[in-house]
């Protein structure tokens, strides 16, 4: 079947659309408490793998190296923020119900050291929403998701979400083309 993509343009775009997918490094960012939480983020990593998104992580994924007496909370601080660094898009969720201290910070400290937003999407819950600070909230673009019930590991709403984000990302880069 010929790609429609490919006929209007003249070039094959669609096999550069499917390389910069396999590129492009996402790091998701939540909390890990209650541990559903956690469960939540590998979820979102694995469903944007399976869309072709195989760069995706989330910060548990990359090796624990503290071999000072460096404390774990400032050691994780440290690795998330030298990773959102390297990353071309950062995923900031914000689900209800839980422990959202972390990626509260993760969020700020990448809004004072970044200064462009391009690369940052953040998800919330409904019941989350007005937790963020005002100037965070103008700063970023975002996404607000109907706190609704996640069973048997369905957040489809969560992953679309996600895709669509990383979707616009791949179109601004193949639109410099």
């Not at 399976?50 to 503290?66: F, Q, W």
Request: net charge negative.
């Amino acid at each position: 079947m010929p790609n429609l993509i490919d006929d209007v343009l003249g070039y094959e775009i669609g096999t550069e659309i499917e390389w910069s997918r396999q590129k492009l490094h996402i790091l998701i960012l939540g909390a890990y408490k209650p541990e559903n939480a956690k469960k939540r983020l590998g979820r979102l990593r694995n469903c944007l793998i399976e869309r072709g998104y195989s760069n995706t992580y989330i910060v548990a994924d990359y090796p624990d190296n503290n071999k000072s007496d460096e404390d774990w909370n400032i050691y994780w601080e440290r690795k998330s923020n030298e990773l959102m660094l390297h990353s071309d898009l950062n995923l900031f969720l914000f689900f209800a119900n839980c422990s959202n201290e972390g990626v509260t910070d993760e969020l700020a400290h990448f809004c004072s050291e970044r200064g462009e937003f391009s690369g940052c999407y953040v998800i919330c819950e409904d019941s989350y929403v007005g937790n963020i600070s005002t100037r965070i909230k103008a700063k970023v673009m975002r996404c607000t998701l109907a706190n609704t019930k996640v069973e048997d590991g369905n957040d489809a709403e969560l992953c679309d979400a996600a895709y669509a984000f990383a979707e616009m990302i791949i179109a601004r880069r193949v639109k410099n083309l």
